[in-house]
Structures are given as C-alpha cells and as structure tokens.
C-alpha cells in the first residue's frame, strides 16, 4: 500500500488525561489536521518537551474525534519519554507529527479484531468504523481496560494470561473456548500473538492484517530504522524488507516475516 | 547579506545542508522541509548494489543523543540513479552523493555510475561504524585514507568530499592524508561508535551490539575537530556533529566550517534545517554580518579581539 494521505506537525494542547489501568494512560489531544486526517491503525510521532530526549515516541491513535478535532492515545509508560507525557495535565502542549503509516483496510465482512496488551488501543477506532459483524478478542497479562468501551461496538471476549478474567490463557485459546469464527483478522499486539495469528489464518485460509510496532528514529521513512523482513523485494527499498512507519505498521500478514 | 558560500568551485545558496543517512533523498522530508531552501542535500550512502542493513533494532536513545546501526541499508546506484536523482533534480538546490561500499573497487563502481549524471559532488563515506568491511576500516589509517581517495579521484567526474570517522587518535592525520590524496574537500564528523546496555534484559539495546552516536551530545567534539581540521589543511570543510540550532551552526562555521550539515536534528523536528537557517539569518543581522564568509574560522582568542 502506499501512504498519500499528508502528514502534519502540530503543537497538540492536551484535553485531559486519566490512568486507566495499572500505568496505561489515555490522553486526549487537540489536533485538528491530524485528527482531520487521521484512518483506523495509523500512528502519531509525539515529541518530548524534554531537550535531552531526541526521538519522538510512536504512539499508535486509539479514537478519532473528527468533529472535535482530536486524537485519543492510550499508552503504557515503558520508559523516561512516556514518563514525562504521563505527568502532563490539561492544557499543556505536546509536538505532534501524524497521521503516519498506513491503517486498516477496512472490508465490511465477518471481523476477528484482536487486540493484546499495548495493541489493543488501535483496535478501538477500528471496531468504531467497521459496521459488519464483529468479534473483538482482547489479551490481557492481567489487568484489563478498554473493555467496555469496546462492547458499544461488537461483542467482546476476554482471555488474561492470570485467568482473573475471562479465558485463562491467549487470545487464541479464548477464540477456540468460545467456537469464534471470522472472514478476516485484524490485529495489534506482541510478536508471539501475531506469529500464531499469521499459522492461525494460514490454516484457515482467511485474511490477515498485523500491525507491527519497532523503535523508530525519524517515523517518516527517511532513516530506515524500523524495517522489517518481507516475503518479498520491496519496491522502495529494493531490498527484502519494508519500512514499519511507512509502509506499515499494518502490514498483510503474508507480506512480512517477524 | 550574503549566506551564499563557495566551495569546490560551486556556489551553495547557503551553508545548511543535511547530513548523509538522516534525510534519505529529501522526498520523505519534502512535506514538512522546502528543499529550494537547503544549501544542499546529501543523500544516504549509496553503493554499488542493494544493501540490507543490520538486523532491528538498529536504533537507540541515549542522553542528549541517539545510537544508529542501520548498517548502511541501500537500493543500489541503480534504482538510485533511476529515482532518486531524478526526484532531487526537481528541486534548486545543490545535490551530494554520499557513496559506500565494501570495497574499494565497489566504491569506484559507484563513482563511475555517477559520472554523467547531474550530481553537484560525491560525499566518500569511509567512516561507517556500522559494517565489517568497508567504511570506517578504511577511515582509520592514514595509507589507506590517502590511497582511497587517490584512487576514486582518478574515476570521478564531480568534487570529492572524505567523511572522516572522530574515532581515531588524531584526525588531523586523517585529514591531511584525504588531503594528500586528492580530496576536494572533507566532511567530519561520523558519529562516534557507543554502546547501550539495557540492564532490565541484560542484553544489548542494538543488535549490532555497537552504533554509532549521533546528537547534541557530541556537538562539541565536533567543533574541536573541525578546528583542529581548518588549522590542518587547506581545502574546505564540512562540519557536522549535532547541530540543533542556528547556534550550534554558527559555532562550526567560526571553528573553521565552510557548510554545516544537520542531522539527527531532523528526528527532533522536521524542519530543524529551516529553523537553522533562519537563525543564521537572525544572527548576522544582530551582528551586523554583511557576508556570512566573513565568520568562517573566525574564532580567535579573547585577550586578541
């Protein structure tokens, strides 16, 4: 796929911002190009106000308010960037560069979105805008969040790693306890989960689409930081692999190797 | 007032350009960056076929500064050719090829292939921390530094720039042998090879284990280079080393830097090479600099001003 949409640098005033679980945080954002701009799955480089912390934070975008102008992001503090964005209160100011790399193409069939940990916020802009029938599968270590939010748009199965709710085990073994079925994936979530989505699809010979996440530099393409390995020569870099902020970070499952 | 600057008989409409491997071949940057503005662009390192490039994750943030082991990733002097330079000719501005390669016959290959296309100069990067053969092998002896660069002047169309490596001993000694050489001019410096370690993991951050730093944080290292450099030769220099701000610029520029390029300060802000520009502008107003050739090496001592 190729990225057309404009990108836009915007100092984003921060509407409010609350933690919902356990060090994950929501943060909305006025940003009205961005949010004008912004599709399901696409991400946004955050910038710290700190001058000793270079690299702008890829945070994937969890809701769009169009009509407000503004972007919801819900990320887990992993690090001393997300750290100083996890203090910041209503009204101060974040650099913002986005929308950035490509979301979810969005086909009207019989939906798996599948979300586990940290890649569950991007899936919620998705289940809004797609209006077939829907499955949401979400995996949590322990702790949930987002979840009720996400039952306003299809219904939800849970599984945690701890057993404290829903599924004891993965998403997969929440999709077999319950005798889901689907046309397609879409899913965001650590590399094992969607390694065993990728087998999962293959088997069923249905549709796939990861999004994958890497430590970036520039976040537009230009520094070829966040690569990752392709199943084929990619037309841009002429090489076996494909830039995650450009390209990606939803790749077609077949298409990558991770 | 005048920002234009001459070097190897081309005139750059001013000394801002940006720094090989941060900026692509501009087209990425072109939606935030008017690349009519820049001084010159110069690309990634190119070689003679496709590269790669290490393995991920290949960049790190450290205080005041970043690690990057890319590993010189490329899609060839073909498709370069093809895309790059085509796309780049679309803009007025100076265009500079950084070139890579394994070997020396590899660099030569690349220089050939450039040699009927409209490119302004080659920029020879033989300071790469990144890969095991080729690049900095070839920046950390003198022998070899002079014997290289006599060797791509001999196949070059365009004005040669060396990028040297700060990781040697004393890189005047570098400096003169590119010098010696042939070169045209020099480009320093590369970044500085560092490590990171994360503690939690107890793994290395890179998985090249090693990368090279990049960032404010060696901004002064690199104005001590290129003063050492400008006291050391006589042809042109090229600083570079975490410029952020017009300041920093200026500072290269009175240390002995005809063109300073801007890098890791894209990552930062897209438009860093325009705020610097900018700035300089502001600078030599509130100085009342009527020619901005009138700052370059003019550091001196206090007690003499």
Partial sequence: ?258 | MNMKVEMCGLTLKNPVMTASGTFGSGEEYAEFVDLDRLGAVVTKGVANVPWEGNPTPRVAEVYGGMLNAIGLQNPGIDLFIERDIPFLKKSDTKIIVNVCGHTVEDYVEVVKRLADQPVDMLEINISCPNVKEGGIAFGQNPHTVQQITAEIKKHAAQPVIMKLSPNVTDITEMARAAEAGGADALSLINTLTGMKIDIHKRSFVLANRTGGMSGPAIHPVAVRMVYQCAQAVNIPLIGMGGIFTAEDAIEMILAGATAVAVGTASFTNPRATMEIISGIRDYMEAYQVKDIRELIGAVHDEKHG
């Fill in chain 1, 1 to 258: 796929m190729q990225t057309t949409q404009r990108k836009f640098q915007e100092t984003a005033i921060i509407i409010r911002q609350e933690e919902i679980a356990d060090n994950i945080y929501s943060m909305w954002l006025r940003t009205e190009q961005i949010a004008a701009h912004a599709a399901a799955g696409q991400f946004v480089s955050v910038y710290c106000n700190d001058g000793s912390r270079l690299l702008p934070r890829p945070v994937s975008i969890c809701e769009i308010d169009r009509k407000d102008g503004a972007v919801r992001l819900v990320y887990r503090v992993a690090g001393k960037g997300t750290e100083e964005f996890c203090t910041m209160r209503t009204g101060n100011h974040l650099n913002v560069v986005g929308p950035l790399g490509n979301g979810f193409p969005k086909k009207e069939r019989r939906a798996f979105l599948i979300g586990g940990g940290i890649g569950i916020p991007p899936m919620l802009q998705l289940a809004k805008e797609l209006h077939c029938e829907k499955q949401i599968v979400l995996g949590f270590r322990d702790d949930t969040f987002l979840v009720d939010e996400f039952k306003r748009y299809g219904k939800v199965y849970i599984a945690t790693e701890d057993g404290s709710a829903g599924t004891d085990g993965n998403v997969l073994d929440a999709i077999r306890e319950n005798g889901l079925c689907a046309d397609i994936i879409y899913a965001c979530g650590p590399l094992p989960m969607l390694r065993a989505l990728k087998e999962y699809a293959a088997a069923k010979h249905i549709e796939c689409w990861i999004s994958l996440e890497e430590r970036m530099a520039c976040g537009i393409g230009a520094c070829l930081a966040c690569v990752c390995r392709s199943k084929n020569r990619d037309v841009h870099t002429n090489v076996k692999n494909k830039r995650i902020c450009k390209e990606g970070p939803v790749f077609r499952a077949g298409e990558v190797e991770f």
